[in-house]
């Protein structure tokens, strides 16, 4: 489609066509305020901070949901406007709870920009009556926390769960005032239809979604999501040595940016104590009873729990000896007797290379994967 | 081709054609002309609160024993308007108005009036003015100026008779618009008719269909929006439950001209007899097949039904409005798309009010010509007000546009009642404004009213007195709009809200300086920055009160006093020491037992104690006259330093 | 909750489109209120996500989600009534019936509301008791209705 042309703050501007004047302006480098766009979901102009003037327009328009068209007259920061978006700023400010210094978002919150971008005098922070809102904290997710008092009813949430997660756990109940978003029947987040992807909480502009863990990484990682055939791009946030925080890759072909539940906090089994470093084997198994094995007693590292069916004890032993165990063991089968799982903590490659020494050298089919898909 | 119907075959008779509707029209008639004498008893909400169906159950039953009911027809109809007189009764040949008829007055209407056709004095409305008694409805001074286009069946027919309606030219018009005229025929004669919406914004009526005609699209939908939520009005529901086939006519008519088949009454809940005479009005007309398939063999097809609402002023909103057809939360959509273009399920949907759809099948009947005619050069036809608060002839008014508010005010509304004095008007409900004294000569109509801050509206006029507290109704109107806002948007959620607390602590006594700007200010962005009309038209009766009553507010603020002594904690009662005769008659009735005195011992009030119920006023003995109701700092200062 | 009644309601609106607010008013007709297992049957039905169901329930002021009284009060408060005291009338209400506005008696006797307009503003300020209209009330009316009335219907029934 063909570009259109369009004068923004005097300056020409070109758009591609059904571009919004929001993203025409962003892209030339002028500034829009904003609270309830995303650019991942459809704009709904719900926060009213990104109005502008446009030329033979009687009211102010959002630019959010106003499709640039050719030869349109656009002022984004007239004083009418400005003072439109202070008395708006002023509004939402006199219903957030803002102990920022105490609030994980902090730093990173889309309110705080604003407010230092569209300026904002001492005395307008008390103008207005503070509301003290006092709804309940729902802790109840094992990997984030919604906190109602902190939301400013922007709908990000609401719309990444109904058309990007397409699971729609939450929507906005109730009305004027009183409007909030809510699952089904007010049920804690861990009791209702939400899945704990955390995308919602990825996109909250503020610090009404957040997660449990508030650590921020120092440094980031590109890898792929080990947990299934999907292959997820995803970024982990490193800190020190252990990793804090993981997020989509943007870039990725594969989720563009998007990650589920297992992606986004499920790391935790690369730094937990339970983690097997050896392989293991079963003490009371005389038959290939290596010399050098030390038992694994009661007070020392615990048994992994879904090892221990039967009884007798597990005891380490090193990679030599479990291949060879292994092979003599495999030797007594061959072909069609024989199956093989691998597993999606497995790299691709090493994956790969299973299924290849499954067919070729033990020479079967029978081959399975816990996250076939 | 058949040349007469007998009437006992007209539960089933179908109109087929043209030809048919207009022979069942004359067949009516002439039954009706042979038929003796009409009683009409008003079965509109107001007057069945006041009872009158016990009223017309009792000449149901007199009639019977007495063995009269060959001669005698018992008829029920719509709305009168002047629902404060009820229950109404219209009896005999003469059509003599009866008022606050109970059942106990029955026998004696039958034997005096329906049967010796003479008219039973004590029951007929007296002029306050004059004291002349008024025979006939067109006699009384409520009627005379009402020019009644809209409610011209209403009180006159039966609602639930589609024989009544057809009678009275009922789907004539409708008849020779499929029949005679093209849709943009029709589109031009109701451009030419100049009328515009009847629900508030006053969009021109024309315009819209025409916009919709020409959205492409097979399907296309005819909604009438009945969501009367303004409080104070209820002209939309005399309407539909008084004349239910003229919306349907109208409705029609809207459907052939913009080409769409299906429309949708939405109606408030807390309407059920509406409810109720539509339903019956649609199933009678779909019997009759003037609704349905091929209506009168001309190939048209339309057919209605009826959604109701659940309780939301937004979905009065024309996107709102969609969204709860559509099985959604009211929460108004930005426009564009407008609702002709893409509205429900995404087609073509044209929105028109009750008032508008009654109107569009007079214009139909008389032609656009005519209509144009009514009214002044810039506002066309007539509107309807109802007129409430503190006015002696509450009612539904129909007027000329044009008229001036001060007849309707006083000449039809008859003036302030307990000789109090005019104070204000606030026309157009939430959405509206208040006007004073000053501007009572102004002629109704939508710029007029929009110059001095108000609107039309759905046509709600509140008439307030002296007692009438402004600041106490501009925060009455603000906490409705704070409760309704759909909540989405920030300055509508939000900026209501705060409104709606600084007025309420001005009324509480706890005003600051600085808060009338404020308010001002955040009315403004409310106004300019809000999604749909709720928000943008809310902060009206704020900005209208202190544009014309700011001193009321300062007064509030500054000096803590409520000049009307609405505000509770803004007044205080107290008893004149050298008035009270201590008669203990006070002291006895306090609620709370703030009353401090004893017989022999002059009394006085525990202001601490005190709830300011007034009960002590109310029982003070008029010849004694010692309690007071007193206002202002100043007055508090005098009473402490006391 | 009896789901037998429900499946009955809900079979009426087979292959209905948007019949969401018809189906909760059918609902509530039937059970007095919309209790939350109910809420959910009607979302599988519709195939519509739980979650939604609950906002259209909570966005109208006429659905109900906990039990109601079996007498139901409304005092009006429109603009008419309220210029002539509709706040005492609601006032006195609430002190008669022990209760605050939106609230229902712990013996499930009454709850009480407060409408927007009831459309009979000639007769103001009105209460609606149950389906009955009472016109031109005064503090001393709303009293009697209140406690007189009421426990008459009660023993009557």
């Given amino acids: ?373 | 081709m058949e040349k007469s119907i007998s009437i006992q075959s007209l539960e089933d008779y179908k109109i087929g054609s043209v030809e048919s509707l207009r022979l069942l029209r004359e067949t009516i008639f002439a039954d009706q002309q042979t038929t003796g004498k009409l009683v009409s008893v008003c079965c509109g909400s107001g007057c069945m609160s006041s009872g009158s169906e016990h009223v017309r159950d009792a000449f149901v039953r007199k009639i019977k024993d007495h063995e009269l009911e060959d001669e005698i027809t018992v008829k029920k109809t719509g709305c009168h308007g002047f629902c404060e007189r009820g229950p109404i009764v219209v009896a005999g040949p003469e059509k003599i108005f009866y008022q606050h008829v109970t059942k106990e007055d029955v026998p004696e209407i039958i034997s005096e009036t329906l049967i010796e056709n003479r008219v039973v004095e004590r029951l007929l409305y007296e002029d306050p003015v004059t004291g002349q008694k008024c025979f006939h409805e067109n006699d009384i001074p409520f009627y005379q100026k009402q020019r009644r286009i809209v409610l011209k069946n209403c009180g006159i027919i039966d609602p639930t008779s589609i024989e009544d309606y057809i009678k009275v030219d009922g789907f004539r018009a409708l008849a020779k618009i499929i029949s005679q005229m093209t849709p943009e025929g029709v589109i031009e004669e109701i451009k030419l008719s100049g009328l515009r919406g009847r629900g508030g914004a006053g969009f021109p009526a024309g315009i819209k269909w025409e916009t919709a005609r020409n959205a492409p699209g097979e399907e296309k939908y005819i909604i009438c929006n009945g969501d009367e939520g303004d409080p104070g009005a209820f002209m939309d529901r005399s309407v539909m439950e008084g004349d239910p086939y003229s919306v349907l006519e109208g409705m029609m008519i809207a459907g052939y001209a913009v080409g769409a088949s299906q429309g949708i009454i939405y109606v408030r809940a807390e309407y059920p007899l509406a409810v109720h005479h539509l339903s019956t009005a649609i199933a009678r007309a779909t019997d009759m097949r003037l609704l349905g398939h091929n209506i009168m063999g001309t190939g048209f097809n339309f057919e209605i039904k009826i959604v109701k609402g659940a309780g939301a002023f937004v979905c009065g909103e024309e996107t709102a409005l969609i969204a709860s057809i559509e099985g959604k939360s009211g929460r108004p959509k930005p426009k564009p798309p407008f609702p002709a273009i893409q509205g429900l399920w995404g087609k073509p949907t044209i929105i028109n009010n009750v008032e508008t759809l009654a109107n569009v099948s007079r214009i139909a009947l008389n032609g656009g010509k005519w209509y144009s005619e009514i009214g002044t050069p810039t506002d066309k036809g007539t509107k309807i007000f109802s007129l409430v608060g503190k006015v002696r002839n509450v009612g539904l008014v129909e007027v000329e546009m044009g008229t001036t508010l001060r007849e309707i005010i006083f000449d039809i509304g008859g003036g302030i009642p307990k000789g109090k004095r005019f104070k204000a008007v606030q026309t157009g409900g939430p959405s509206g404004g208040c006007i004073p004294e000053e501007l009572l000569d102004l002629p109704v109509g939508y710029e007029s009213l929009a110059k001095a801050g108000s609107i039309i509206g759905s046509g709600g006029m509140l008439v307030m007195d002296e007692d009438t507290c402004i600041v106490n109704i501009a925060r009455y109107f603000l906490d409705f709009a704070q409760n309704e806002s759909c909540g989405q948007c920030t300055p509508c959620r939000l900026g209501t809200k705060q409104m709606f607390k600084i007025l309420q602590d001005i009324t509480r006594g706890r005003g600051k300086p600085g808060d009338i700007e404020i308010l001002l200010e955040l009315s403004d962005a409310v106004k300019q920055a809000s999604i749909c009309g709720l928000g943008m038209t809310v902060p009206n009766p704020v900005i209208s009160t202190i544009q014309y009553f700011r001193k009321e507010y300062e007064e509030h603020i500054h000096e803590r006093r409520c000049q009307a002594l609405v505000c509770r904690s803004l007044i205080f009662y107290r008893i004149k020491d050298y008035r009270c005769k201590a008669c203990l008659k006070c002291l006895q009735a306090c609620p709370v037992d703030a009353i401090i005195g004893a017989k022999w011992q002059v009394h006085e009030i525990d202001q601490s104690k005190c709830i300011k119920c007034g009960t002590c006023m109310e029982v003070c003995p008029k010849r004694f006259n010692a309690v007071e109701c007193v206002t202002g700092l100043t007055e508090v200062l005098r009473d402490q330093s006391e | 909750m009896d789901i037998e009644r429900l499946n009955k309601i809900l079979a009426v609106f087979e292959g209905e489109r948007g019949g969401l607010i018809s189906i909760l008013q059918r609902v509530q007709e039937e059970f007095g209120y919309l209790p939350e297992a109910a809420l959910s049957l009607i979302a599988d039905f519709l195939k519509l996500p739980p979650s939604q169901v609950f906002s259209v329930a909570t966005f109208y002021d006429h659905f109900y989600l906990t039990r109601r009284g079996d007498h139901l009060v409304s005092v009006c408060q429109g603009t008419a009534c309220h210029v002539l005291g509709a706040r005492d009338i609601l006032e006195t209400a609430e002190n008669c019936l022990g209760i605050k506005t939106g609230q229902t008696s712990s013996d499930y006797k009454y709850s009480l509301e407060r409408v927007a307009c009831l459309g009979s503003c000639a007769l103001a300020p009105v209460v609606l008791v149950d389906d009955e209209v009472h016109s031109k009330m005064t503090v001393r009316k709303v009293k009697k209705i209140l406690t007189e009335d009421l426990d008459d219907t009660e023993t009557r029934t």
């Fill in chain 1, 1 to 373: 489609m063909s570009d259109v042309t369009l004068n923004i703050n005097g300056i020409t501007v070109r758009a591609d066509y059904g571009a919004t004047i929001l993203t025409a302006a962003h892209d030339a480098g002028i500034y829009i305020p904003t609270l309830c766009h995303c650019p991942d979901v459809s704009s709904i102009g719900v926060c009213r901070l990104c109005l502008v003037r446009i030329e033979s327009r009687r009211r102010p328009e959002p630019a959010c949901r106003t499709i640039a068209e050719e030869g349109m007259v656009v002022v984004t920061d007239d004083p009418e406007i400005e003072r439109l978006r202070r008395v708006i700023l002023e509004l939402i400010l006199s219903d957030h709870d803002f102990n920022c210094l105490l609030c994980p978002k902090s730093g990173q919150c889309r309110l705080q920009e604003l407010v230092n971008r569209i300026g904002f005098k001492e005395h307008r922070f008390n103008r207005l009556d503070r509301v003290a809102k006092d709804l309940p904290i729902d802790t109840s997710n094992p990997f984030f926390d919604f906190n109602p008092n902190k939301c400013v009813q922007c709908t990000i949430c609401v719309r990444t769960c109904h058309e990007i997660v397409g699971n729609d756990a939450i929507d906005m109940a109730y009305r004027s005032y009183d409007i909030r978003v809510s699952t089904f029947a007010d049920q804690p987040l861990n009791e209702s239809a939400c899945m704990s992807c955390g995308e919602c909480m990825e996109r909250c502009p503020v610090g009404a979604l957040v997660p449990k863990k508030a650590e921020y990484p120092n440094r980031e990682v590109k890898t792929t999501c080990p947990y299934c055939g999907v292959g997820c791009g995803l970024y982990l946030g490193v800190r020190g040595n252990t990793i804090v925080r993981a997020r989509g890759d943007d870039e990725s072909p594969v989720n563009k940016g998007n990650l589920c539940i297992r992606g986004r906090f499920g790391y935790n089994f690369v730094d937990s104590p339970d983690r097997l470093s050896l392989p293991l084997m079963r003490a009371y198994d005389e038959f290939t009873q290596p010399s050098s094995v030390v038992e694994v007693t009661e007070e020392g590292r615990p048994v992994t729990l879904p090892l221990v069916k039967r009884e007798g004890k597990f005891v380490e032993i090193n990679w030599d000896q479990a291949i060879k165990y292994v092979a003599s063991s495999l030797a007594h089968y061959k072909g069609e007797e024989i199956a093989a799982v691998s597993s999606a903590r497995c790299t691709n490659e090493e994956n790969y290379l299973f299924q290849k020494f499954t067919r070729s050298v033990l020479k079967t089919n029978n081959i399975d994967h816990c996250a076939r898909l």
